[in-house]
């Protein structure tokens, strides 16, 4: 038969293009800003996909579970009423949100899964103190 050393190196040949074939299967999306997905979202309804974005000023609605990211040109509404949301959700953060996009009363709507915010950064300037 073979020799023990052969048959580890096929064995570990065997393992190493399995777990490529998972890698390569189960790839991430990639993550697109407001304004690329917003370009052309009829190609993206129903299907899963993630997207970053700024948080609007003032538009967090915590009863509604909305908020809305925007870009340059482009807005996008957030639906995260059943998103696993990390700390930090606040106002002009930089989101990332991965969900189904839905279309809702002629509106584009992101259902996200899941909401991930920036840190803040050490650089950003402070709010004068009074």
Do not use: W
């Not at 915590?62 to 700390?87: C, M, Q, R």
């Amino acid at each position: 038969m073979y020799a023990r050393r052969t048959r580890f190196l096929l064995l570990g040949g065997v393992i190493t293009i399995g777990l490529l074939g998972v890698l390569l299967l189960q790839a991430p999306e990639p993550t697109r800003a407001v304004d690329d997905l917003m370009d052309n979202p009829a190609q993206f309804v129903d299907q899963e996909i993630a997207v970053r974005g700024e948080v609007r000023d003032g538009s967090i609605d915590n009863a509604s579970y909305l908020f809305v990211l925007h870009g340059v040109t482009h807005e996008l509404v957030i639906d995260y009423s059943d998103a696993s949301v990390s700390n930090g959700l606040g106002d002009n953060r930089t989101v990332y949100a991965q969900g189904t996009l839905r279309m809702e009363d002629g509106v584009y709507v992101l259902e996200a899964d899941i909401i991930k915010t920036s840190c803040p950064s050490k650089y950003e300037e402070e709010s004068p103190q009074e």
